[in-house]
């Protein structure tokens, strides 16, 4: 037996508790990992309270994140005691996730755990880091380089754009933060941006074509804001969508793409191929300041993490937030 989130539908009635859990229950998979940490995401709370139907299946254990030491495997790829990261792959929504103590997982899925960062680091990393990463290796790939101009990137104080901001710093980007909390600027500073903007200039409809401003974006918020956003690109600008947070919609206009050139590239970090996967995190074991991890990181406990998804749902929490599962099974 082990202990785990549950999220289960039985009777129409939604609802995600801590409970214990038997390995038998656990799905197909060719390797079993007793998991040290996982995170907790905007995915993960949409999922743990049913604000919005990210569950395929059920029960759930939910989690997109995990990290740990292969307890027993199948697979001529990892051996008993490896340390093992999975990023996605539809776990914590199809496939049961990282908020248990034991997860069973398909081999292809599984990355080893970088020698730059310890178990907690990779973590506090998390599917919002790689995927910061991959929004900069987007922009990078359509031409963005630091001598353009601004990046902008909304949802700021999130854990998705902590990480870019901090990433932006490093490589040399003048980065501007859009957030609706004014309290974290000095948060944001610290992590690397040169100016905080109020969203608010950016949530509301506005013109199809706006003053030319931003070289590059990372949005994690959508709707008017990526518009807006789109809309005040520079000429050859690229913006990188990877989030949601204000809408599923996008209420703007083709001007900005062909009277000014700009790309919009969509990043999906669900399933995204194993190259571009292990590409991301070299890069991040280079380019991203591990020492910035411990100011934009909280950490909880398994126990805590059905009251910190509402937090996270309400804006209440900034950066990352690392799930303690079972620190001792990292060694």
Known sequence: MFK?????????????????????????????VRVAYSTLNYKDALAITGRFPVVRHFP???????????????????????????NGFGIGDVHWGGLAERARLKSDWLIPLPKAFTPRQAMAIGTAGYTAMLCVMALEHNGVTPDKGEVLVTGAAGGVGSIAIALLHKLGYAVVA?????????????????????????????????????????????????ANVLAAMRYGGAAAAC?????????????????????????????????????????????????????????????????????????????????????????
């Open 178 to 226: 859009s957030t609706g909390r004014a309290a974290e600027a000095d948060y944001l500073k610290g992590l690397g941006a040169r100016e905080v903007i109020d969203r608010a200039k950016l949530s509301s409809p506005g013109e199809p074509l706006q003053k030319e401003r931003w070289a590059g974006a990372i949005d994690s918020v959508g709707s008017h804001t990526l």
């Open 60 to 86: 759930m254990v939910p989690g997109i994140d995990l990290v740990g030491a292969v307890e027993d495997s199948g697979s001529p790829k990892f051996k008993r005691g490896d340390l093992v990261l999975v």
């Open 243 to 331: 989030g949601l947070a204000q809408g599923l919609d996008l209420p703007g206009s083709v001007a900005p793409f062909i009277l000014r050139g700009v790309t919009l590239a969509g990043i999906d970090s669900v399933y995204r191929p194993m190259p571009d996967r292990l590409e991301a995190w070299r890069r991040l074991s280079s380019d991203l300041d591990t020492r910035r991890l411990d100011s934009l990181t909280h950490q909880i406990g398994l126990d805590e993490t059905i009251g910190y998804a509402s937090k996270i749902l309400e804006g209440a929490v900034r950066g990352r937030l690392v799930v303690a599962i079972d620190p001792g099974a990292a060694g």
């Open 4 to 32: 785990g989130l549950l999220t289960d539908k039985a009777g129409g009635s939604y609802a995600t508790k801590l409970t214990q859990l038997d390995e038998a229950q656990l799905p197909d998979g060719d390797v079993t």
